[in-house]
């Protein structure tokens, strides 16, 4: 039988390379002045979603919310091996806190229908939050495994998995569907030159428009005939707003968000002093006092 | 993130200056098969956009997975025992990266699951797989096997492996060497029968087999009972099987990631591939120009990597309160290095646009039924031109690798010669590559018949032609006035009508051919981005000094070398 793994990813301002200043004077992220890149542990989830293709047999689904341009790490995901992709984008996103995030990204999981599994990332390296994984189980009421590295086992109604902890790894159970947010604990394939160069012309009808935005009016019945090419090819990303997956424009974006930021601070961490310790008995136990009492330790 | 492509600006420059158009059109048939498979590019710049975005994402698998894993791949390599050769598990999991990146198939038929990219894209992708491990290269540049049977198998044979080789579910070997037969293919003994039903068998030996352990195997084999010379023989595949034995591995001074064996055929069953008699003439012929080409980027890789480690350890290093970089004696070290290899770069991608040519031509002569005079002829200069530039260019980036890896070392200082650092690595790397697939000196003898004939005259004049003015026009004049004297010095032992001495001086020629040549392809790609001029200044100025001496050395007609050898050997 073939199972359906719905990947949630997202795209993130890259923080290891900041080009420019990373942060706007009101202390917002200056998003032009970061790269906007797959987030590291999403490709890991998706890595480990291709694996179960690869091992069960599966159809791999990702879905993304964020504006137009998240369709980059759409089709990123369809040169890896992804069969499907949604992007949820809609102005009454914007703005969103982990709870109208995880409460729009249900809405999109069961708008799509029945699914196996679903992944995510533990957690997106611009906010470090790792609660929408948890979050969005919740709403679906569906059991999670948080902090997953690899799966052990798949049949059609449970999944085991590993996860490590402090002095060995423990396997869980779970019935499906499940949620699993997903560690680093696999290398992420390489994009594929033949899936490369089929899935570069998978386009939302927004972008297919957007394409043909110089044309006159003459070219609409081309335009449909076009995206019916796309979908005959399944190269349509499907596009849903906040109506299409039924969600309450109360509980999306901004007016969903009760996450209220108080302020940022910057903080630059400055180097002290060397200071040499004796390799001697002594030597250790004072330094370890000496972080005792600080309260680096204990 | 590092990407070997993107981080390498000469490298883009040729990609984007590279002029592919011909070849590609004609390699997609004017963009027709687009219609017949989704991947197929709709046109040139639809194909371009398809040759960057693979090259980034074989760049950026050299840099963060292969380029990593390369140390502990040298020190351990694969291992031998009862017979069976096992790939040390790094080796794989590179190999696994490269099928998974799609790329195991680069110039194949779409309809066998290939990227049908031509030879120049491809040859970008083994220069990086080399930088990030020159012993990968050895396994990955094995793609001209399934283009050998792509040219030369029966339509049964492309049906059954071509698919598989494009998904990387079988690796390739090609079986020509044996113990007293290197360089002179032609006295190959390995034999090659018929039983009662036309099946054929394979029985003898082959040595220096790299990749012996391949599942499929090309086989150069004495077909004809009772000939003697490359006449009597034919080339054949069979796949591994018990009668095959891999008896050894060899112990080597460096590409230690890829297994060289020594093969043992107990009448192994075979299929011939190609016609008969005609294995090294054809189809040895153009397996052997194509892993020319795949050694001068496994050799332009090996520099590429060994000039980085360099210019970053001299950056570092300080000495005398600064760092080495500022004295003279290491930056006109460092500059050289850089030199030679963006002349090599230069040389090896106008060689592989000639070898892009001479295939969509010399197919279309072969499988085009109305084709024209002006199509034929197009077809017998592109031959002339790849079969004199394949030699030059594989002398040229192999010994360029030896001399970068050589001066790598030298400026890492006591540093470079420890384990520690990774240069030492480049030097054994390196020091096959102007051995293997004919030696420095084998290529100047392929290379001497066109240099002679004037097989470039063509090229050379045409970028002689193009418009440079003011410090361009002048070294211009300085590249024209090296190619009087070559005009000269062909002359001159041409009418001396004397082959000992035509082969002793044969290097000096092809050499001072390279300089001309390299010269103005510098030049030309200065004329299309400015900052290039230093580079081409700095190569023809260099040249100058190099160039003269060899001049003088064809023109002096010493024959004592000859005349007096033995007695000098002998003392």
């Known amino acids: 039988m073939s199972y359906t793994v719905i990947v949630f990813v997202k795209q993130v301002p890259d923080t290891q390379n900041i080009t420019g200043d990373a942060m706007k004077p009101d202390g917002t992220v200056n998003r032009a002045a970061l790269p906007a890149i797959f987030n590291p542990e999403d490709l890991n989830a998706l890595e480990l979603a291709l694996q179960l293709k690869d091992r069960f047999g599966a159809k791999v689904v990702v879905g993304t919310m964020g504006p137009p341009n998240a369709t980059a790490v759409l089709r990123a995901s369809l040169y890896r ?87 060995g790894y423990e396997v869980l159970e779970a019935p499906t569907p499940v949620l699993m947010t997903v560690i680093e604990g696999n290398e992420p394939r390489p994009m594929n030159a033949t899936r490369i160069m089929k899935y570069k012309r998978a386009r939302t009808r927004s972008e297919l428009a957007k394409d043909h935005a110089d044309a006159n009016y003459t070219d609409a019945e081309s335009l449909v005939e076009e995206a019916d090419n ?69 | 993130m590092a990407n070997f492509f993107t981080e390498n600006k ?33 046109d040139y710049a639809d194909a371009q956009d398809n040759y960057e975005r693979v090259l980034k994402v074989v760049g950026e698998v050299c840099a963060d997975n292969i380029a990593p894993r390369a140390e502990e791949v040298d020190e351990n390599g694969p291992h031998f025992a009862d017979g069976v050769v096992t790939y040390y598990p790094l080796t ?37 797989v080399s930088r990030a491990d020159a012993s990968l290269q050895n396994l990955f540049g094995l793609q001209d096997i399934a283009e050998t049977i792509s040219d030369y198998g029966t339509q049964e044979q492309k049906d059954k492996y071509l698919p598989l080789f494009a998904s990387g579910e079988v690796d390739g070997a090609m079986d020509l060497t044996e113990p007293d037969s290197g360089s002179d293919l032609q006295s190959v003994r390995l034999r090659a029968y018929q039983d009662e039903n036309g099946q054929w068998f394979l029985n003898g030996m082959k040595r220096f087999i790299t990749n012996g352990c391949a599942k499929v195997h090309l086989v150069l084999a004495r077909s004809e009972e009772g000939t003697v010379d490359g006449r009597g023989l034919s080339m054949f595949v069979c796949e591994k099987c018990p009668e095959l034995v891999v008896r050894r591995i060899e112990n080597k001074l460096g590409i230690h990631g890829v297994a060289t064996a020594e093969l043992q055929y107990n009448d192994v069953p075979a299929e011939l591939c190609g016609q008969r008699r005609r294995g090294l003439t054809k189809a040895v012929m153009s397996l052997m120009n194509g892993a020319r080409i795949a050694i001068s980027a496994q050799a332009l890789g090996i ?166 003015e003011g410090m361009l026009a002048r070294l211009k004049d300085k590249v024209a006035t090296f190619y009087e004297k070559q005009l000269e010095a062909i002359k001159y032992v041409a009418v001396k009508k004397d082959t000992e001495y035509q082969s002793l001086v044969a290097q000096c020629l092809v050499e001072m051919e390279a300089f001309i040549f390299v010269g103005m392809l510098m030049l030309r790609d200065a004329l299309k981005d400015s900052e290039r001029e230093v580079l081409a200044e700095r190569y023809i100025l260099d040249a100058e000094s190099q160039f003269e001496e060899r001049f003088m050395r064809v023109m002096s007609g010493d024959l004592t070398t000859i005349d007096k050898h033995r007695e000098i050997i002998d003392y």
């Open chain 1, 81 to 167: 091996g992804a069969d499907e992709c949604i992007l949820l984008t809609d102005r009454a996103f914007a703005g969103a806190d982990t709870l109208a995030t995880s409460y729009a990204l249900s809405c999109c999981a069961k708008k799509y229908g029945k699914f196996d599994l679903i992944l995510c990332g533990r957690q997106a390296i611009d906010g470090d939050t790792a609660q929408v994984g948890p979050q969005l189980a919740e709403k679906l009421a569906i059991p999670q495994l948080a902090y997953v590295e690899d799966v052990i086992d798949l049949s059609k109604d449970k999944v085991s998995v590993k996860r490590t902890i402090e002095g």
């Open chain 1, 230 to 298: 796309l979908v005959a090819k399944n190269l349509l990303i499907h596009e849903w707003s906040a109506e299409d997956v039924g969600a309450d424009k109360g509980r999306v974006g901004l007016p969903g968000s009760p996450t209220k930021v108080k302020k940022i601070q910057s903080v630059i961490l400055t180097g002290g002093d060397a200071k040499s310790v004796e390799p001697t008995e002594a030597g250790i136990s004072d330094l370890i006092h000496e972080l005792i009492e600080d309260h680096t330790l204990g």
């Open chain 2, 10 to 42: 000469d490298l883009q420059f040729t990609l984007a200056n590279l002029d592919l158009k011909e070849a590609s059109a004609l390699r997609e048939n004017n963009y027709e098969y687009a219609k017949e498979f989704d991947v197929a590019p709709c």
């Open chain 2, 92 to 128: 794989v999991q590179n190999i696994k990266d490269l099928d998974n990146a799609g790329v195991s198939g680069a110039m194949l038929d779409h309809k066998y699951g290939g990227l049908n990219f031509p030879a120049s894209v491809y040859t970008m992708m083994t220069e990086m």
């Open chain 2, 303 to 468: 520099a590429e990597a060994a000039f980085f480690e360099a210019r970053k350890y001299a950056e570092e290093r300080k000495q005398f309160k600064k760092s080495i970089d500022k004295f003279p004696a290491v930056y006109d070290m460092l500059t050289r290095m850089k030199t030679k290899i963006v002349a090599t770069r230069a040389l090896l991608y106008e060689t592989t646009r000639a070898v892009d040519l001479r295939y969509v031509y010399t197919q279309m002569v072969e499988h085009k039924a109305d084709i024209t005079v002006e199509e034929r002829q197009k077809a017998k200069y592109w031959v002339r031109v790849a079969a004199v530039l394949t030699p030059m260019c594989k002398a040229q980036a192999t010994e360029v690798a030896n001399q970068v890896a050589y001066d790598a070392i030298q400026i890492h200082g006591g540093t470079g010669f420890m384990k520690d650092f990774p240069v030492e690595r480049f030097y054994r790397d390196a020091r096959i590559t102007n051995i293997y697939e004919g030696t420095t000196q084998l290529q100047v003898v392929a290379a001497i018949g066109g240099v002679m004939q004037h097989h470039n005259e063509d090229r050379i004049k045409e970028l002689m032609a193009l418009p440079f």
